[in-house]
């Protein structure tokens, strides 16, 4: 059962939104003014704050500017119900960190389905979060590929490329190994006619810039940015470092980097596509599953919040919905979104 903080110093809203929520299985706690709601709040550590703005001795700004700098409160997802309508209301609260704003009065569903939506997202988080942590690497070398694509991550240099950028070029000395975060990068060489031949194309999670583990080796080809893309970088002293106490780690790369280029083309062509639409399937499946709602009953979350724990850009997402939606597999009106082919999504590659 969740526990939902209450921060409203009007009585009778205060109770009847206790009593909502109580009804749809919360565990309630309230506050009357900020001052005791941030006690609460430090004291309980609820799993959702709902918090007014204009209160005594502390206003709902001062609430969320508070528990935003403790460790313990910082990461409780932060809901503002005001009866301030202006658009520079709204904007300073988004800005100080708050997850939603509802404005009075607001419809019992719209509340109930933004409450569902923050915990359904945080659970989430948290849980890859957890993931993440279950495979930090120790000092016995990395177990695994996705454990190197970890170390590249968390100890890379990250730098960021845009559109028509060129990430390294054919006949520089290739000192570096990139990881793709994000975006496509394409490699290319050009013929003795000056005509550009695309030789392969990378999207993310795809390393780059392997020719040999020998520096100062001239690249062979040209890598130009496609779409803007964010990359972790780390020399190849660094990598025969690691490889060096990874042998798995050793093999499953070698098997990467001697498949067919032919084959890999084709391949990175379908996954850039392929792999947008087999998350943004999972994560709305993800949030079905986390709200325990029936099939075809509808979800209402937002598409940054979908994005956000998809991991991929809010208008890579938008376009796949809409993909969704015309291949009849989802229903979408407003934030609504209603699963009516879940085998289909469960099923997408």
């Known amino acids: 059962m969740s526990t939902i903080l209450i921060i409203e110093d009007d009585i009778a809203l205060r109770e009847n939104t206790a009593e909502l929520l109580e009804l749809e299985g919360y565990k309630i706690i309230t506050a009357p003014n900020g001052r005791i709601g941030i006690e609460k709040a430090s004291k309980e550590l609820p799993q959702l704050i709902i918090c007014d703005i204009m209160m005594p001795e502390v206003d709902g700004y001062g609430v969320l500017e508070k528990l935003s700098q403790q460790p313990e409160t910082q990461h409780i997802p932060f809901i503002f119900l005001s009866a301030k309508t202006e658009h520079k209301e709204i904007r300073k609260g988004m800005d100080l960190g708050a997850d939603d704003y509802l404005t009075k009065p607001c419809e019992e569903q719209e509340l109930v389905s933004a409450v569902e939506s923050r915990l359904a997202k945080a659970q989430l988080l948290s849980k890859q979060i957890e993931a993440q ?18 170390f590249f991550d968390d100890n890379g240099e990250i730098l960021s490329f ?12 290739s000192n570096y190994i990139y990881l793709i975060l994000k975006g496509i990068v394409k490699t290319h060489k050009m013929d003795e006619s000056g005509k550009e031949l695309i030789t392969a194309l990378y999207k993310p999670d795809d390393f780059l810039g392997f020719t040999s583990f020998e520096e100062n080796v001239p ?48 391949q990175l062509l379908q996954m850039a596509y392929s792999s947008v639409r087999k998350k943004t399937a999972q994560t709305i499946l993800q949030f079905v599953k986390i709200l325990n709602k029936k099939p075809h009953e509808s979800i209402k979350i937002s598409r940054y919040d979908l994005a956000n724990v998809a ?30 082919d879940i085998k289909s999504l469960q099923r997408m590659e």
Not at 133 to 150: I, P, Q, S, V
Not at 327 to 340: A, C, D, Q, S, Y
Request: no cysteine; hydrophobic share 35%.
């Open 219 to 266: 690249y062979q080809e040209s890598a130009t940015v496609v779409e803007s893309v964010e990359v972790a970088v780390i020399s190849k002293q660094d990598l025969k470092e690691i490889l060096g106490k990874s042998k798995d780690v050793t093999l499953e790369l070698v098997n990467v980097l001697t498949e067919n280029l032919s084959e890999i083309k084709d």
């Open 133 to 150: 942590l279950a495979t930090d690497t120790t000092d016995e070398g990395l177990r695994n590929l996705n454990e190197l694509k970890n």
């Open 162 to 173: 845009g559109k028509g950028e060129t990430i390294y070029k054919e006949g520089k000395n």
């Open 311 to 340: 991991g991929i850009a809010t208008e890579s997402l938008i376009r796949t919905l809409s993909g969704f939606k015309k291949e009849g597999l989802i229903e979408i009106e407003g934030r609504n979104i209603k699963v009516l």
